[in-house]
Nanobody, 121 residues
């Protein structure tokens, strides 16, 4: 399984970015983020079969995860960005989940390379 993440960059606080992750198949997908010295954190996920989504509390109302089935691509639309959103963002694929969206990184089987998001104050 190949995952290709893109869309990161430098943006001012209050701005927006959209991350994309193209997968070579249909899986439950998650976005995680990590800053140096901290554990990888679940940000958002979408179940491929049911369209169920989940978000970490700190991004609810600001981030939206969606999918384009025809393109096997998952998007993370990020708005009202804050400096604390600065991190390397990773997309991941879970081949096992049927209904829910796992929030633990160990549940995911495949990982893309990170894309850096930097939010300046």
């Amino acid at each position: 399984v190949q995952l290709q993440a893109s869309g990161g960059g430098l943006v001012q606080a209050g701005g927006s970015l959209r991350l994309s992750c193209a997968a070579s198949g249909q899986y439950t997908m998650g976005w995680f983020r990590q800053v140096p010295g901290k554990e990888r954190e679940f940000v958002a996920g979408i179940n491929w079969r049911g369209g169920t989504t989940d978000y970490t509390d700190s991004v609810k109302g600001r981030f939206t995860i969606s999918r384009d089935i025809a393109k096997n691509t998952v998007y993370l639309q990020m708005t009202s960005l804050k400096p604390e959103d600065t991190a390397a963002y990773y997309c991941a694929a879970d081949r096992s989940s049927v209904l829910g969206v796992p929030t633990l990184h160990v549940a995911y089987d495949y990982w893309g390379q990170g894309t850096q998001v930097t939010v300046s104050s």
